[in-house]
Structures are given as structure tokens and as C-alpha cells.
């Protein structure tokens, strides 16, 4: 009785074993495709390893790709430049409008599908308060999001806001989707205070 137990958990080990492993090859097989998903798409791009001293950068739709997370988990086409003068302080309110681009599903199905709040601009603008991600409302965008701010800065009335293309791996993405494994082009403008659809109240 007692031999047949131990081999009954024995097996039950072992299978939990398989199924870590299987587990752990599925993700490196996701990781691999995100790499090439990401690859793919930068390599239409010049790419510019590091982010440059003075942190001026080229602007523009023809800008490079700039790579301003170490690792390689996020890169930065700017489009419209902020005031570097006016880089957001910790806690502070930031408002913006986005869409976005699964980069897997292009990469695997050529087709380009877009989402996000940015073409309703009578709906309210997301928030984050900048660099505080002990806050639920800040820290479900992840950390890719926030990272242009320090470098570039927010624009002026909101007229003419900030606005970068940011390629996010899923690592940096929205923290409830990290597990899926999709890297996402953003584009995305940044407000120093809510613009249209609404009140601060």
C-alpha cells in the first residue's frame, strides 16, 4: 500500500515536472518570437543603440529608432520633441492619448491592427502619476510608457503635446499582459493636463 502511494506521488511529480518544462520552452519559444516580431519591424528603421549625451535627438517620421532601455526592451522614434525644461516631477499627473500596434500579429499575418483611446478625443485621456508605481492606476501601463518623459520632457498648452512612436516588449507592456508575450508600437502623445473630453474634477 504504502510502495503504491509513493509511486502514485512519484508520477504526479513527474508529470508536474513535464508541464514546468513545457511551460518554461513555451515561454522561451515566445520570447524568440517576440525578438524576431520586434527585429522585424526595426529593420525598415535606422537603429541608434544608446541614447545620446546631450539627449538631443532626431525628430520626425524618419527619425531612428533609439534604444533607451539597456536591455533592449524599449525604443524611441520621436515625433514631436517636449521642453526638456519641463520633464515631469514624481507623482505628478500625466495625461495621454495612444494607439497601438500588435507587432506578433503583423509579424506572423502581415496585417496591421490598431487600438487604444487616441481617435476618441471627446473621451477622457489616460493617467499615470509619473514614476510612482506603488499606485494601481500608474503601474498597470507598465514601466515602457513612462520612459520618454525623462529623456525629452512634456510640450507646451497641449496644443502641440509631446508625441513619440515607442516600440514596448511585453516585459515593459501593461503589467496584465506581460504573460501574453506581444510587443506593441505605441504612438503615443503626452499632456501636462487633461485636454478635452472632460474636467480634472
Do not use: H
Not at 515566445?30 to 528603421?45: D, P, Q, T, V, W
Amino acid at each position: 500500500m504504502k510502495l503504491r502511494l509513493l509511486s502514485i506521488l512519484m508520477g504526479g511529480v513527474a508529470v508536474l515536472s513535464l508541464v514546468s518544462c513545457e511551460n518554461k520552452e513555451n515561454y522561451a519559444d515566445l520570447l524568440r518570437e517576440e525578438r524576431r516580431a520586434c527585429n522585424s519591424y526595426l529593420a525598415g528603421y535606422e537603429i541608434v543603440d544608446e541614447v545620446p549625451a546631450d539627449t538631443v535627438f532626431e525628430v520626425g517620421p524618419d527619425a531612428p529608432f533609439y534604444r533607451i532601455d539597456p536591455e533592449g526592451n524599449v525604443y524611441m522614434q520621436v515625433l514631436v520633441a517636449g521642453d526638456k525644461s519641463k520633464r515631469p516631477v514624481d507623482n505628478q499627473p500625466v495625461y495621454f492619448r495612444f494607439m497601438r500596434l500588435d507587432l506578433g500579429y503583423l509579424y506572423t499575418d502581415g496585417e496591421e491592427y490598431w487600438e487604444g483611446n487616441a481617435e476618441n478625443m471627446l473621451a477622457d485621456p489616460t493617467q499615470f502619476l509619473y514614476n510612482n508605481y506603488t499606485v494601481s492606476s500608474s503601474s498597470m501601463y507598465g514601466y515602457g510608457i513612462q520612459m520618454p518623459l525623462a529623456l525629452i520632457g512634456l510640450g507646451g498648452d497641449g496644443q502641440y503635446p509631446t508625441k513619440v512612436n515607442l516600440l514596448v516588449k511585453s516585459q515593459y507592456g501593461f503589467t496584465d499582459e506581460i504573460s501574453e508575450v506581444v510587443p506593441y508600437l505605441y504612438t503615443i502623445s503626452y499632456y501636462p493636463s487633461m485636454i478635452g473630453g472632460g474636467s480634472e474634477d
